[in-house]
């Protein structure tokens, strides 16, 4: 994300909720950076039977509600379906019960996308309006449209 910062791009980090990475002054500092924005996600939110908590910090992203509403706050139940978290400690079958978090779930990514078309979109309209900036004017005999300089005479 501190490379995105400095080239001035969007761009987007995601690290586990609770990893003590997020403790980093390094991290900590981008809270004052202007156009970022962070997100708690939990992927029960996203239609899994876990929980799974990760966080995201984005910049020159707009904000994105929808990702915003993918926090749970239920204590071992999940909030948009009731049910029971599946408890991922321990091993099954020689693998670590937790390996089921390392896939990013189907709405999350499709969320994030989503954000990233939006962005891009937004930022290609943009810089399209700064290099043609329509301007009518009257002349004599009828209005000319002014795009990049070059004059087209209408009527």
Not at 29 to 58: H, P
Not at 109 to 118: G, K, P, S, Y
Request: some cysteine; aromatic content about 10%.
């Amino acid at each position: 994300l501190r490379t995105a910062y400095f080239m001035r791009v969007p761009g987007i980090e995601e690290n586990p909720g609770y990893s003590f990475l997020w403790d980093l002054p390094s991290r900590r500092s981008r809270t004052t950076w202007t156009q970022f924005n962070e997100y708690k996600i939990d992927y029960c939110a996203c239609g899994t039977t876990f929980r799974g908590r990760t966080r995201l910090q984005c910049w020159l992203l707009p904000f994105f509600p929808a990702l915003e509403r993918l926090s749970c706050r239920g204590r071992g139940v999940r909030d948009h379906s009731k049910k029971a978290h599946l408890n991922l400690s321990g091993s099954s079958g020689g693998r670590f019960r937790t390996s089921i978090k390392t896939a990013y779930p189907e709405k999350l990514c499709r969320l994030l996308a989503e954000l990233l078309h939006t962005s891009a979109m937004s930022r290609l309209t943009a810089g399209l309006w700064k290099v043609m900036r329509p301007a009518r004017a009257l002349m004599s005999g009828g209005a000319v449209d002014t795009i990049v300089g070059s004059t087209v005479k209408n009527g």
